[in-house]
């Protein structure tokens, strides 16, 4: 059997990963499988993709023989990755996952220890806005020292309306229900801007020093399914590596009655940077530093590397990985460190108690 992309879920996210798939070098020579025990879902994703095999679950999908480059892309909700994972892996295929990788960190840590031990790679889709052109050049005026010292990053995201499962995609209230998300707007968007912060700083420690979670009324709020997920969040960490320490402001909304505001923002002793993070095309990043006094600002216009969009990157980067290639995607390990700060903002929240990331830590009680 030729080698095949297959797809755990067949929704609206599936047909966003499957249309990536003409980016891939044999894309030809490619066959496409898709598992959904919802026939309106097999229907669509039928209508968007020609010539896919169907099946009503994954287990009968992966019981087909194996090329060493299959890859199964798990686009269900979160609740189902660990087993839909765990049972790609055993088949022998690469498994590539949505966001977020797991429920909680201990899911997550036997996903990675599955990959482990049938010598397969684990790899998140967090890397849709991850080294994007203008991220990688902070990154080079910071480690160029461009702004000295770095001590302060304000990453602040808000959102008046735009609620995952209400105001977008309202047909996916599982959006809502904790025990389904793994949580809300935070869990959602998370994993992207801590891969990002993670590359960034390359921390082996980081303290939630603070944490907490709002759900602000609104006159629509379902009232016929489960809705116990913040649609606004934050913490103040700090990010630690060798003798140097920087503290995060972070906040994300989905929900607010405040103002929107989009700040990415890092301070240093000798200037600051600003950026839009999420831009993977032609972007610009703001220098401002002193000047006699006064402050003085510098643009930088970068271009893109390549033409992929945000929605193409994860599977033609976890493509080239599997291939022995490189790619700027977080694979193994690396896909779980951001995930448990993630989650330990969670638990900061919950608990009301700073909680302690020890990232050199990071999946190493996951043992084949």
């Not at 629509?220 to 913490?235: L, Q, Y």
């Not at 290639?325 to 690396?334: E, H, K, L, N, Y």
Request: glycine share 8%; charged share 25%; hydrophobic share 35%.
């Amino acid at each position: 059997m030729a080698r095949t992309v297959y797809f755990v879920g067949a929704g609206a996210i599936a047909r966003s990963h499957v249309d990536s798939v003409r980016h891939l070098p044999d894309s030809d020579e490619l066959e496409i499988a898709a598992a959904d025990p919802s026939p309106e879902a097999r229907a669509g994703f039928d209508d968007h993709v020609a010539d896919a095999r169907l099946y009503e679950n994954s287990e009968e999908m992966l019981s087909e023989s194996t090329d060493p480059d299959d890859i199964v892309v798990i686009a269900a909700p979160p609740f189902v990755h660990r087993d839909e994972a765990i049972r790609g892996l055993e088949s022998g295929r690469h498994v590539l996952c949505e966001k977020p990788l797991a429920m909680d960190v201990s899911e997550a840590e036997e996903m990675l220890a599955a990959a482990r031990a049938n010598d397969c790679v684990l790899g998140s889709c967090s890397c849709r806005h991850y080294r994007t052109p203008g991220t990688e050049k902070v990154k080079s005026l910071v480690r160029d020292g461009e702004i000295g010292e770095p001590y302060h990053v304000t990453w602040v995201t808000r959102g008046q309306r735009g609620r995952p499962g209400i105001e977008y995609q309202p047909e996916s209230k599982w959006f809502l229900d904790s025990s389904r998300s793994g949580g809300g707007i935070v869990m959602d968007w998370g994993p992207y801007e801590f891969a990002t912060l993670d590359d960034l700083f390359d921390p082996e420690v980081v303290d939630v020093r603070h944490a907490w979670t709002a759900q602000p009324d609104t006159d629509v709020d379902p009232e016929d399914v489960p809705f116990d997920v913040e649609t606004h969040g934050g913490a103040t960490l700090v990010y630690q590596s060798d003798n140097d320490s920087v503290t995060v402001t972070y906040e994300r909304a989905s929900g607010t009655h405040g103002g929107a505001r989009n700040v990415t923002e890092i301070e240093g002793t000798e200037g600051a940077l600003r950026w839009s993070w999420t831009e993977v095309g032609e972007s610009t990043v703001t220098l401002a530093r002193d000047e006699n006094g006064e402050v003085v600002e510098e643009q930088f216009t970068v271009n893109p590397v390549d033409e992929l969009g945000p929605h193409e990157r994860p599977l033609v980067y976890f493509d080239r990985v599997v291939r022995d290639g490189d790619a700027p995607i977080r694979t193994g390990p690396d896909a779980l460190g951001s995930f448990a700060v993630i989650c330990s903002i969670y638990d900061a929240a919950e608990f009301g108690e700073a909680q302690h990331v020890d990232l050199s830590n990071i999946g190493e009680t996951a043992s084949p």
